[in-house]
C-alpha cells in the first residue's frame, strides 16, 4: 500500500515556496564558464589565527559537548565585544545564547515570540528566511515595501501605518542584504518613537553591523528604553569570514533568552565546540581583520556601483553588507527574465530582486563578495548585454 504523502506531510512545510536564489544556484550546476557574483560568502578565507585556534583546540581534545547556552568564555566575550563595538551592555550568564549560526538565532528568536495569528512587520527586500519561519509558526508576514528614494530605509510613518492590534513582532534586518541599506541614529530614533507604549518586540538582525562604509553602525538596542523590547541578532559568518563554521548568537533580556534557550536546547543541543574555541580568538584578536576586509570590500563596492552607472544601470549606492541593488527595470525585461538572459546567453549569474520579495521587481542583487578580477569579468559580459539591449 503506497503512502499518500501530500497527507502525511506538515501543511505548514508544503506551503513553504522554495528559495528564489536555489533556482539558480541549480541553473549554474548544469552551466560551463560562468562568472558568478551570486553568493552571499566572503570569499576571504578565515584569518590564520582564527583557524589556528580551532586546531588547537582538536589537537587538546577539546571534543566534547559545551553548555548548551555556550561556554562561558565565549559569552563573556561576546558581552565584551558588544559594548566595546556597539555600546551593548548584556549579562553573559542569563542573556547572551550562542546559536549555530545567525539563521538559527532568527529561527530561535521568531519561534520563542510568535504566536498562531500574530503578526510580524517585515521590510522587504530582505533575506529570505524571516517569512518562511514566521509561516512555520501561524504567524502572519506583514510586508513593508521599502522605497529606493528613501534609500531603502523604514520610516517612521511606514510602519505607524502597518501597525494593528494583532502586531506582535518587528523585523529590522539591516545593513541589508540585499539593498545594502543602513538605517542610521536617527532613522532608528523615530521608529522607536512609534513603539514607545506598546508592547511590539523587536529582532534587529546585525549581522553585517561591521561592514558599513564611511558610517558606524548603530544598534537599535542602544535607544534608551528598547534594549527591553529587542533581541539582537549577530555572528561571526560575515565580519570575520567564517560562514562554514556556522557560529551566532542572540543578546535580549533574561526572559526572552530562557525561552530561546529552551528550544535551542531541545533542538540543538549547543554550537559545535571547535567553532566556539575559534569564536573566541575572532572576538579577542579580530578588530585588525575586519578592517582589513572591510577596506577590500570598500575598493569593490566603489568600482561595481561606477561600472554600473557608466553602462548605463542606475544604482543605489549601499552604504552597509556587500550587495548592490540596481534597477535594471528599463530594459524591457522582468527581473527575473533579465537575470535568466544574462546567465543563458552571456554566462553572468546575479539574483532577480524578486527572490528577495515581491517588490523586488526591477531590481536585481549583485555581490561584491569576490575578487575585482571577478567583479570585471562579469561586468565585461555585462556591458555587452546591455549594448545589445540597447540596440
Known amino acids: 500500500m503506497s503512502i499518500s504523502y501530500e497527507k502525511v506531510l506538515s501543511r505548514r512545510a508544503q506551503e513553504l515556496k522554495p528559495s528564489g536564489i536555489r533556482k539558480f544556484f541549480d541553473m549554474l550546476e548544469e552551466m560551463k564558464d560562468v562568472v558568478a557574483l ?69 529561527d530561535l528568536t521568531i519561534r520563542a515570540l510568535v504566536n498562531e495569528g500574530d503578526e510580524v512587520i517585515l521590510p522587504t527586500p530582505c533575506f529570505v528566511c524571516y517569512d518562511p519561519i514566521i509561516h512555520l509558526t501561524g504567524g502572519k508576514t506583514v510586508e513593508i515595501p521599502l522605497k529606493e528614494e528613501n534609500n531603502f530605509r523604514l520610516t517612521a510613518d511606514e510602519l505607524r501605518r502597518a501597525i494593528t492590534d494583532k502586531t506582535k513582532l518587528l523585523i529590522l534586518p539591516f545593513p541589508a542584504n540585499p539593498t545594502g541599506a543602513i538605517m542610521e541614529k536617527s532613522d532608528m530614533e523615530a521608529i522607536a518613537e512609534v513603539l514607545r507604549g506598546t508592547d511590539i518586540m523587536v529582532l534587529t538582525d546585525e549581522i553585517y553591523a561591521e561592514l558599513t562604509y564611511g558610517k558606524k553602525h548603530f544598534s537599535f538596542a542602544s535607544i534608551p528604553d528598547m534594549r527591553e523590547r529587542t533581541v539582537v541578532v549577530n555572528g561571526f559568518s560575515k565580519a570575520y569570514a567564517m560562514t562554514g563554521w556556522r557560529m551566532g548568537f542572540t543578546a535580549a533580556p533574561a526572559p526572552i533568552t530562557r525561552e530561546m534557550f529552551k528550544i535551542h536546547q531541545f533542538a540543538i543541543m549547543c554550537a559545535p565546540t571547535t567553532s566556539q574555541m575559534a569564536a573566541i580568538e575572532a572576538l579577542r584578536a579580530g578588530d585588525e581583520d575586519i578592517e582589513e576586509m572591510k577596506a577590500e570590500y570598500n575598493r569593490r563596492r566603489t568600482h561595481l556601483v561606477d561600472r554600473l552607472r557608466k553602462m548605463g544601470i542606475e544604482c543605489f549606492t549601499p552604504e552597509g553588507a556587500f550587495y548592490v541593488f540596481p534597477n535594471i527595470g528599463g530594459f524591457g525585461l522582468s527581473s527575473e527574465a533579465f537575470c535568466e538572459k544574462l546567465l543563458l546567453e552571456y554566462g553572468v549569474a546575479i539574483v532577480p530582486g524578486t527572490a528577495f520579495g515581491a517588490c523586488g521587481e526591477g531590481y536585481a542583487r549583485i555581490s561584491y563578495a569576490y575578487s575585482l578580477k571577478h567583479i570585471d569579468a562579469a561586468l565585461d559580459r555585462m556591458e555587452k548585454m546591455i549594448k545589445d539591449l540597447k540596440k
Not at 559537548?65 to 562561558?72: D, I, K, P, V
Not at 566595546?84 to 539563521?103: A, H, M, N, Q, W
Open 38 to 106: 551570486t553568493v552571499g560568502q566572503p570569499d576571504f578565507q578565515t584569518p590564520w589565527h582564527i583557524r589556528e585556534a580551532g586546531i588547537l583546540s582538536l589537537e587538546k581534545g577539546k571534543t566534547y559537548y559545551t553548555s548548551n547556552a555556550g561556554t562561558l568564555e565565549l559569552r563573556e566575550e561576546i558581552t565584551r565585544y558588544l559594548d566595546r563595538r556597539f555600546s551593548l551592555t548584556y549579562d553573559p550568564k542569563s542573556e547572551i545564547l550562542v546559536t549555530v549560526g545567525g539563521s538559527e538565532a532568527i
